[in-house]
């Protein structure tokens, strides 16, 4: 999602992260960097809602272009 203020916020149509695949039950934790141009985005994701109880998580990166 992106703001101009800080309180009104606009869900982005092509979000970097989303629902399915291997991280489709749950995803948290974000923490972005900015290295060598490019936006690094770490997180964690859970596959699905059985798996949370077993503590099955994934660890991932996603990465953008800042150009």
């Known amino acids: 999602a992106f703001s101009d203020d800080g309180t009104t ?8 992260l989303a629902p399915g695949g291997e991280d ?3 995803v ?3 923490t972005a960097i900015i290295r ?3 936006v690094e985005l770490f997180y964690f994701g859970i ?3 059985a798996d949370q109880t077993e503590l ?3 660890l991932a ?3 953008a272009s800042c150009n």
């Open 47 to 49: 596959a699905s809602k």
């Open 61 to 63: 990166i996603a990465t």
């Open 56 to 58: 099955r998580a994934h």
């Open 24 to 26: 489709g039950f749950f």
């Open 36 to 38: 060598e141009g490019r």
């Open 28 to 30: 948290g934790g974000p």
């Open 9 to 16: 916020w606009t869900r982005d149509p092509a979000p970097l």
